[in-house]
């Protein structure tokens, strides 16, 4: 639920948290209702411009590096050689920016099935786009679970779901079919990784997700905490599924030469967050 009040204060008040965020307003820049969800566009005092999406804040142009980088670079650099690139969402393209800086990757796919999301960032936030034409990247406008399920098997090295919460077109990429079709598509070794909501606010969605990875077979997980000023708590996570072997460390020279150019992550920050806070082991380990 939104609210814009008098004093031109965008509220977003989320119920099922008992809480609520709020930003403050110049003007509206845009709304347009799609097949699928409303998205709206404002601009704020100090955040840039914001993105909104059925009431919820999705991309702001002040903070977006936090989420884009870690829901991409920790996936990559974790693997050894990525090569074929899957975003399953990621409609405002920042996500495909963040993969395009590794020169390994010699193709990213990313399916999202709002149109409406890439126009308005196209038009609001170019800088995420600036990658659109990158002769590694196909942009599609489809169904992400429906590619999923049809992908050749062992034909992708990372899967990233940079999707909204798990409600509307988002509900259909938090359970066991879709993660089996991310396991059966991606090659030995290959890491699928999620946004995974808060890990103060959802952790019962949080240990349900981690739980369905395991069941379907994937063998190691890691659940990476990050600041994410936005969106409830201002605590956000994304959790990575490796098919086959466990996780054995990361590409830290990769990360330290990536590090030129990003705003958030580098080596020290992706050792950081694989220190799991004890309240989230105890939430893992209880069954």
Known sequence: MANLDQNNWFTEISDRDGSAFSLRITKKLDEQQSPFQKVEMYETTDFGNLMIIDGCTMVSSRENFFYHEMISHPA??????????????????????????????????????????????????????????????????????????????????????DGTDPVGPGEGLFNHAFYTSCLTALRPGGILIQQ????????????????????????????????????????????????????????????????????????????GALATPNYMKRAFEKK
């Open 76 to 161: 990559l650099l974790a693997h050894p050689n990525p090569k074929n690139v899957v975003i399953i969402g990621g409609g405002d393209c920042g996500t495909l920016r963040e993969v395009l800086k590794h020169p390994g990757v010699e193709s990213v796919t990313q399916i999202d099935i709002d149109e409406v999301v890439t126009q308005m960032s196209l038009k609001y936030f170019p800088e995420l786009c600036e990658s659109n034409q990158d002769p590694r990247a196909t942009v599609m406008f489809d169904d992400g679970i429906k590619y999923m399920r049809e992908a050749a098997p062992e034909s992708i090295d990372v899967v990233i779901v």
């Open 196 to 271: 995974s909501e808060s890990p103060l606010m959802h952790m019962p969605l949080l240990v349900e997700m981690r739980d369905a990875m395991t069941e379907v077979g994937f063998v190691d997980l890691q659940t990476l905490p990050f600041p994410q000023p936005i969106y409830p708590s201002g605590l956000w996570s994304v959790t990575l599924a490796r098919k086959s072997e466990a996780f054995a460390g990361f590409r830290e020279d990769d990360a330290n030469t990536l590090s030129q150019s990003t705003e958030y992550y580098n080596a020290g920050i992706h050792h």
